[in-house]
């Protein structure tokens, strides 16, 4: 009998800010926490085998996700519902893509994960059971590549199995994941009925928006 396919999940949060007008969006808080520490409580509390978040090692996001106790073992391992690796990209300025990189290296190498769900840092509403739809979903047989979706619109995460890990890791520039997951033959998007999986904050209007609405 063959064990359950493992599922990692990995927080990218080494972004810019560059249209937040100032500081670190990721440390920005909500709700009383960082916007980092909702993102990465997400995956924490879906059923992954192994999570990490992706940082830049001048900022101030590993200190954040630290004091909000979250323990990096270097493994990631989610057994004790805390444990979160924490993977340094110090390529960060050059764009998203360096961050999926690092993101990939540690999901093969050290969650030896069969498909990886990526999810970005500044999205802080998006449900762990929207992540268990994603890895239910290429459980059953899906697709390789998925994206969560809400009224038919893609957002995020998204969810790549293994074998589209190399060309993940040969991608450049600002735009993620997004073309492999466009160019695979049996991608698919998953509906979720969750609204958080398009609200993202990239700018401090985007930001009071979410406060307002509690």
């Given amino acids: 009998m063959t064990g359950r396919q493992r599922a990692a999940g990995v927080v990218l949060a080494a972004g810019l800010s560059s249209r937040f007008g ?3 969006k990721l440390l920005a808080t909500l709700e009383g926490d960082p916007l980092v520490v909702h993102a990465v409580r997400t995956l924490t509390g879906a059923d992954l085998d192994a999570v990490a978040a992706v940082v830049d090692p001048t900022s101030d996001v590993s200190g954040a996700l630290e004091a909000a ?10 057994d004790a519902g805390v444990d979160v690796a924490l993977v340094e990209n110090p390529d960060a300025a050059a764009g998203q893509a360096t961050s999926v990189r690092h993101g990939v290296a540690w999901a093969r190498d050290e969650a030896d994960a069969d498909a990886a769900v990526f999810a970005l840092g500044d999205m802080p509403r998006v449900r762990p059971e929207t ?3 994603l890895v239910t979903a290429w459980r059953d047989g899906r697709g390789s590549a998925l994206a969560a979706a809400h009224d038919g619109r893609r957002g995020n995460p998204v969810l790549f199995e293994a074998r589209h890990f190399d060309a993940l890791a040969g991608v ?8 492999v997951l466009e160019s695979a033959a049996d991608s698919a998007l998953v509906e979720t009925g969750d609204p958080g999986v398009r609200r993202d904050v990239d700018t401090r209007a985007d930001l009071e928006s979410l406060r307002e609405e509690g």
């Avoid at 106790?69 to 989610?78: E, K, L, M, R």
């Avoid at 450049?172 to 073309?179: L, M, N």
């Fill in 22 to 24: 100032g500081g670190d």
């Fill in 69 to 78: 106790g979250f323990a990096d073992n270097g493994v990631g391992d989610t």
């Fill in 131 to 133: 992540v268990d739809r």
């Fill in 172 to 179: 450049s520039g600002d735009t993620g994941g997004r073309p």
